[in-house]
């Protein structure tokens, strides 16, 4: 999907230019990972004014809701299952720009159009989470978006 996707304005990539060394310096000064996922949502959704931003981990056989931005959401995923099931499944970040075209999307806000979902790995390459945003608009997210978030979840090695 992502050899089909623009790459997008200076404007957000000058955004993610100034916000990864910020979210570099915070995961650096914070050894647990529940903390550190908490103020990286936090810090991605007041920068962009996304609808959810968030984290789901990888827990026994399913993907269960960690910290997020945004309302309440679904808490449990089974692989395969939805946007974020199938980032995990596939080991592919999925950049959805119509979420109404996406089979079997799971719907836990009917204000969601638009959605990215990157997986996270530990050092030996297993997913062991994704990060998953929302946007309220279609065709929020792109190649820019897929690069960057790609090098955010990479801090949670
Ligand atoms: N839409 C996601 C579910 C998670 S919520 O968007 C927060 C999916 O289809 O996996």
Redesign the pocket.
Same mark, same amino acid.
């Given at each position: 999907m992502a050899e089909h996707l623009e790459i997008s304005s200076g404007c957000k990539r000058e955004k993610y230019e100034a916000l990864l060394p910020q979210i570099e310096a915070v995961v650096a000064a914070e050894s647990d990972p529940i903390a550190n996922m908490a103020n990286v949502a936090s810090m991605i959704h007041e920068t962009f004014g996304f609808w959810?931003t @968030?984290f789901?981990r990888v827990i026994d056989d399913m993907l269960v809701l960690g910290p997020?931005q945004g309302p309440m959401?679904?808490t449990r995923?089974h692989k395969g299952?939805?946007?974020? @099931?199938?980032a995990w499944l596939t080991d592919q970040t999925q950049v959805v720009p119509d979420?109404e075209q996406?089979p079997?999307?799971?719907?836990?806000?009917s204000a969601?159009r638009s959605?990215i979902?990157v997986p996270i790995h530990d050092a030996n390459g297993e997913v062991t989470g994704v990060l998953?945003i929302?946007s309220a608009e279609l065709n929020t997210f792109d190649e820019t978006d897929r690069i960057y978030l790609e090098q955010v979840a990479n801090l949670f090695h």
């Open positions: 959810w @968030g789901y997020f959401a679904c995923i299952r939805g946007v974020c @099931g199938t979420v996406f079997g999307h799971i719907t836990c806000s969601s959605e979902v998953d929302d």
